[in-house]
């Protein structure tokens, strides 16, 4: 009888506060990275625990069958390496011109950020877009026509 179960691993945070991966067999890997293959359009599925020199040590399809404990680890390296900010309102905008700051409502609080160029907005699958500020920091809005119509109307300046 084969056993299906997938091999026990563990992740921890060194005492630099990086994160290592132990592997069913023991091995550490130390500076790895969590990531998601689908981290908008599908990110509960398809995670990748990552190695320093970036090889791909361990896939997984799910968390759902990983023992709690674990799941939350996964979940921990995950947070604190994703951060996007979904913007929920855009409260104004400076100029419709670009460079251009804009005030908006994210579902982490309110915030401004500086606008480089339209092509710094991609849209992705749908009514989703990815919107790079001058600071590498990605924002997202999920979906457009969920804007209020005041938002809709300063992004289409934009699109």
Do not use: C
């Not at 630099?16 to 599925?45: K, N, T």
């Not at 990552?50 to 921990?76: H, K």
């Not at 900010?85 to 409260?91: D, F, G, K, T």
Request: charged residues 25%.
């Amino acid at each position: 009888m084969m056993n299906n179960t997938k091999p026990a691993f563990s992740l921890r945070l060194n005492v630099s506060g990086r994160w290592v991966y132990v592997s069913s067999e023991g091995q550490a890997h130390e500076d790895v990275q969590v990531v998601r293959a689908f981290p908008i359009s599908d990110p509960l599925h398809g995670i990748s625990i990552v190695s320093a020199d970036g090889y791909e040590l361990l896939w997984l399809d799910t968390l759902d069958d990983l023992p709690r404990e674990t799941q939350q680890q996964v979940n921990d390296a995950l947070a604190s390496r994703e951060f996007m900010p979904e913007i929920l309102r855009i409260n104004a905008v400076s100029t419709y011109a670009t460079p251009s700051v804009w005030d908006v409502q994210t579902d982490r609080g309110d915030t401004s950020f500086t606008l480089k160029g339209e092509e710094d907005i991609r849209r992705l699958v749908g009514q989703t877009l990815l919107i790079d500020d001058s600071h590498g920091i990605h924002y997202l809005i999920r979906d457009v026509a969920a804007l209020d119509k005041h938002s809709r109307r300063l992004l289409d300046h934009f699109l």
